[in-house]
């Protein structure tokens, strides 16, 4: 029996890992009659990332060290009517590669912006119009 329960447990990790793409928030956005549904995404060629963004209660998050070049890094939640809204990107490591920083409000891309030099961020924002 407890090896049916280890077996069990690890199914239930290795279903927890394989779903953790590049990112976090909310997978399934489901907007109230205020609300947006927000999709930040960062991609690179060859490179990984260092991202900022301002999060879903507001927050300024610091990603040091990010794969955006296997898939794009994405960061999904739902946001207010009036809200603030920022994503930037720099490329780490050494060499040539663009990195690409797009903001989506409810399926529509609103900001986009590129940088091809390490050490110089891409960087965008986006303020939603207030009712």
Do not use: R
């Amino acid at each position: 029996m407890n090896y049916m329960k280890i077996f069990l447990v690890n199914i239930f990790l290795i279903t927890l890992i394989g779903c953790g793409g590049g990112g976090g928030g909310s997978a399934n956005c489901t907007p109230g009659p205020d609300d947006h549904c927000i999709k930040y995404e960062v991609s690179t060629s060859t490179q990984n990332v260092s991202i900022t963004y301002i999060d879903e209660d507001g927050n300024t998050v610091n990603l040091p060290n990010e794969n955006s070049h296997n898939q794009p890094w994405t960061y999904t939640f739902t946001a207010k009517n009036g809200s603030h809204l920022a994503l930037s990107a720099q490329l780490l490591g050494s060499g040539y590669d663009t990195v690409y920083v797009i903001i989506y409000v409810d399926n529509q891309e609103v900001a986009k912006e590129s940088s091809y030099s390490v050490g110089v961020s891409a960087s965008t924002e986006y303020d939603i119009p207030s009712n």
